[in-house]
């Protein structure tokens, strides 16, 4: 069956260090994943979008990997801070080029 | 701010009610969405309006009924739901088709909807 999994559903980190999320996906095929930021009561904000054919990403201090071999993306959030405590969704399309489908979501908590 | 707005914020409604929710865009997106989100879940898509057509309907009960008046708007009529809809439903829209590449989402701030 088809899966995305990310892989934890909370994650605690010391500010100032950097955070790392996985998705992991199972019979999909994707074009491209992306990663979304939501916080409670809101709807979710586009962050970053990779493609099939290129292997990293980055945005400020954010940078994302795509390994289709792996079936994987990584999401890291480096110097974190306080205010990206937050709940992170990866998104790929189900089939070829069609709408995303979204993972569960890993909810990040930065201590300051 | 996001660009994409929903109304109402909150809507409270029996099983018998009929009621609507309602979105607006004005980027010039040419796909519009539907997304339905449980606590502690991932949003799940119900429709995808791609200029103005009905092109994806992840069969979804009818008593949720999509309409596209035109591209910048979307609506959601609600007719004799359960409490298990209960939820928040997010419209979002995108510079892409819908049914190729979507690219990123725009999204709503939700609706947040409780039936009794």
């Not at chain 2, 519009?32 to 502690?40: G, H, N």
């Amino acid at each position: 069956s088809q899966k995305i999994e990310q892989n934890s559903e909370a994650l605690n980190i010391q500010e100032g260090k950097t955070a790392t999320l996985t998705c992991n996906y199972t019979n999909y095929s994707p074009a491209y994943l992306q990663w979304y930021r939501q916080d409670p009561g809101r709807g979710p904000v586009f962050l970053l979008l990779i493609r099939e054919n290129e292997k990293e990403k980055r945005k400020e201090r954010l940078k994302v990997t795509f390994d289709t071999t792996l079936k994987q993306s990584l999401f890291h959030i480096t110097a974190s801070q306080p205010a990206d405590s937050a709940t992170y969704l990866c998104a790929l399309d189900s089939r070829r080029n069609t709408p995303l489908v979204f993972g569960k979501g890993t909810r990040l908590s930065v201590i300051a | 701010d996001t660009e994409v707005t929903q109304t109402p914020k909150h809507l409270v409604m029996g099983m018998t009610n009929k009621k609507s929710l309602k979105c607006e865009q004005h980027m010039g997106h040419r796909a519009m969405y539907w997304y339905k989100q449980k606590a502690k879940k991932p949003p799940e898509l119900m429709f995808v309006y791609s200029y103005e057509k009905l092109s994806i309907n992840e069969s979804v009960p009818s008593r949720f009924s999509p309409e596209c008046p035109n591209s910048s708007l979307l609506n959601l009529h609600l007719h004799a739901l359960q409490p298990e809809d209960s939820a928040l439903y997010l419209c979002a829209s995108s510079q892409g088709t819908g049914t190729g590449n979507t690219g990123e989402l725009f999204f709503g701030e939700g609706s947040r909807l409780t039936v009794l």
